[in-house]
């Protein structure tokens, strides 16, 4: 069975400076899809970025970049100049390509970082 | 455009009493349907999901059941609630590649 894990509970950051929360997951699949997602305190989850794992190149939003190493699972998510409103969970998730893993193409969910932005 | 609704928002019930939380989808056809369960300070775990009308799978065993009686519309129920059966619960829908989120219904059983 896939697992995801995120080994920080907690993340803290300076307002304009760049945090790094780091994702591992465990999968016997070699095509698949990687997730961050955002929740803030209002509990809406939001989609952050989304990889392939097919393709090699890292995703990019705006000031959110993933590290993607396939060899190593591992994903790690970078936040550039953090502002308030990134202040939130982060959940990283996977999903196997074909109908796989959760069932019916389910996402499988780390605990979650809570990402405090310090003023 | 998709979109997905959930309600109640919030909703406080006896230990013992039953539950329906309903979710619909408007602006798409033939989704895959999901009902996540979230426990205070944890991630999200899937508990039914669901590929078409009348078909239901179940990940975890538990207090609780998942119909679909409508294409877009997916029913979270129960007869009997316990206290086990307070948290978060989302419903999503997913196309190829990517899953739209509800706003939640936080379930508080007392």
């Known amino acids: 069975a896939q697992t995801v894990t995120q080994s920080q509970p907690e993340m803290s950051v300076q307002e304009a400076e760049t945090v790094t929360l780091s994702c591992t997951y465990d999968t016997s699949e070699s095509d698949y899809y990687l997730f961050w997602y955002k929740q803030p305190p209002s509990r809406q989850m939001i989609l952050v970025i989304r990889q392939e794992a097919y393709k090699q190149q890292n995703a990019t939003e705006n000031r959110f970049s993933v590290n993607f190493q396939k060899a190593a699972k591992s994903f790690s998510l970078k936040i550039s100049d953090s502002q308030l409103g990134d202040a939130a969970m982060y959940f990283c998730a996977y999903r196997g390509r074909m109908y796989s893993g959760g069932g019916a193409d389910g996402l499988t969910f780390g605990k979650g970082t809570h990402l405090i932005i310090q003023p | 455009s998709q979109t997905i609704h959930q309600w109640p928002a919030t909703l406080v019930q006896p230990v013992g009493s039953p539950l329906s939380l309903e979710c619909t989808v408007e602006?798409?056809?033939?989704?895959?349907l999901y009902w996540y369960r979230q426990a205070a300070g944890r991630g999200l775990q899937l508990l039914f999901y669901s590929v078409g009308i009348g078909q239901i799978s179940s990940e975890v065993p538990q207090n609780l059941s998942a119909s679909r009686p409508q294409d877009r519309q997916f029913i979270l129920s129960s007869k009997k609630l316990l206290l086990s059966d307070s948290g978060f619960y989302l419903c999503a829908w997913s196309v190829w590649g990517g899953y739209t989120f509800g706003s939640g219904t936080r379930l508080t059983v007392v």
């Open positions: 602006g798409t056809s033939n989704p895959n």
